[in-house]
C-alpha cells in the first residue's frame, strides 16, 4: 500500500490570540478530497504568557452551523504553555469536513501568537 503525504497545511498562519475566550476558528477543509487516513497537526505559540487550548471540529458540509466537536472528544491540546513546537498525531474521523478552534485559557496574554498545519496521510 502506498501513501501519499500532503504538508503545510496551514490552518491558522500566525494568528493573534488575546486573552481568554474563543480566539480564532479555521477555515473548513475537506478530509473527502484528499482521502486521508490519518493526519497530524504540528502547532507553535509565541508571547510573553502563553495558555492556549486548541479543538477539533468535524461536519457532514462546510457550513459553519455543522460543525461540531464529536462525541467524547477531548482537545487536540489541553493547556498550551510554552513556545516549543508540538506534534499531535490523530485517527481521521468518518466526516466529510474539519476545522480547528482556538481558545485563550485563563492566563493568557494579549500578544500570543499561534501558527498551526496540518499534514494528512492518504
Known sequence: MS???RTNLKMVDAQT?????LGYTSSGFDLSS????????????????????V????????TD???VVTDGQIPIIDNLTD????????????MKWIRFRV??????????VLTLRMSITS
Do not use: F
Request: aromatic share 8%.
Open 55 to 62: 479543538t477539533v471540529e468535524m461536519s457532514d458540509r462546510d
Open 83 to 94: 513556545s516549543n513546537p508540538h506534534v499531535i498525531s490523530c485517527e481521521v474521523p468518518d
Open 34 to 53: 484528499s482521502k486521508a487516513k490519518k493526519y497530524a497537526v504540528w502547532v507553535q505559540a509565541s508571547g510573553t504568557t502563553v495558555n492556549l487550548k
Open 103 to 112: 481558545y485563550g485559557n485563563a492566563g493568557n496574554g494579549t500578544n500570543t
Open 65 to 67: 452551523t455543522h460543525y
Open 17 to 21: 490570540i488575546n486573552g481568554t475566550g
Open 3 to 5: 501513501y501519499e503525504l
